[in-house]
């Protein structure tokens, strides 16, 4: 399944299949990109990064894709379990000598039915 | 053995009230972050400290005033609460910002309620 990170947007998938997230980041001139992935009643947990002189990176289970031509992001996760339940937000930030700040995307929700 | 933790997880208090949120990061970084999180799940920095020094404050209304006894330790005072404050609070930490690709670690958050 897919879905667009804007109002909280909800995403179901079956345990098992892959799942995309997307992202709209808004600022041309982000040259790092993170995505979180927030559990009920916890803080956000690092997933993965990538920078803009790249337009893929793995991790395990999970890949992002960067096209900066469109100002996108996603984030794939394959084979998703039960755990994989969460709100998932991408981040950006300008490389700025110490005065980097993250901005955060609105989330997705995403739902692993079992 | 938590990298980030925070105290009280819940605060519920009337309007008016001053009240503070410790933050605390055994991790060795140099940086700290306050976010606040709305009901709609929106998370938005407020401040950032370097090795006690401020470094961003976002517009946050001087009402909020943190303060850094040492590099490890990052709280949130809050005057007059008043209750558009409700919301969850994090601290955040990470190594070096500048290098461009920096991790941001977060605590577990601060469910405030301001009735």
């Known amino acids: 399944g897919e879905s667009v990170g804007l109002h909280l947007p909800t995403l179901s998938v079956q345990e098992g299949d892959n799942s995309i997230i997307n992202c709209a980041y808004s600022n041309s001139a982000s040259d790092y990109f993170i995505w979180y992935k927030q559990e009920s009643g916890k803080g956000p947990q690092f997933i993965i990064d990538?920078?803009?002189?790249?337009d893929k990176r793995q991790g395990q289970r999970v890949t992002v894709l960067l096209n900066k031509t469109v100002k996108h992001l996603s984030l794939q996760i394959a084979a998703t379990q039960p755990g994989d339940s969460a709100v998932y937000f991408c981040a950006e930030t300008i490389s700025n000598f110490g005065n980097e700040k993250l901005t955060f995307g609105t989330g997705t929700r995403l739902t692993i039915i079992p | 053995d938590t990298a980030v933790s925070q105290t009280p997880k819940y605060l519920v208090t009337q309007m008016g009230n001053d009240k503070s949120i410790k933050c605390e990061q055994n991790l060795g970084h140099d940086t700290m972050y306050w976010y606040k999180q709305d009901s709609k799940k929106f998370l938005k920095i407020m401040f950032s400290?370097?090795?006690?020094?401020?470094?961003i404050n976002e517009t946050v209304p001087n009402r909020f005033s943190p303060k850094s006894p040492d590099k490890a330790h990052l709280n949130l005072h809050i005057n007059s609460l008043e209750l558009g404050d409700s919301a969850v609070y994090f601290c955040a930490s990470s190594q070096d910002p500048s290098s461009g690709t920096d991790t941001q670690y977060f605590g577990p958050g601060t469910r405030l309620t301001v009735l």
């Open positions: 990538i920078r803009s002189n790249m």
């Open positions: 400290y370097n090795n006690k020094e401020l470094i």
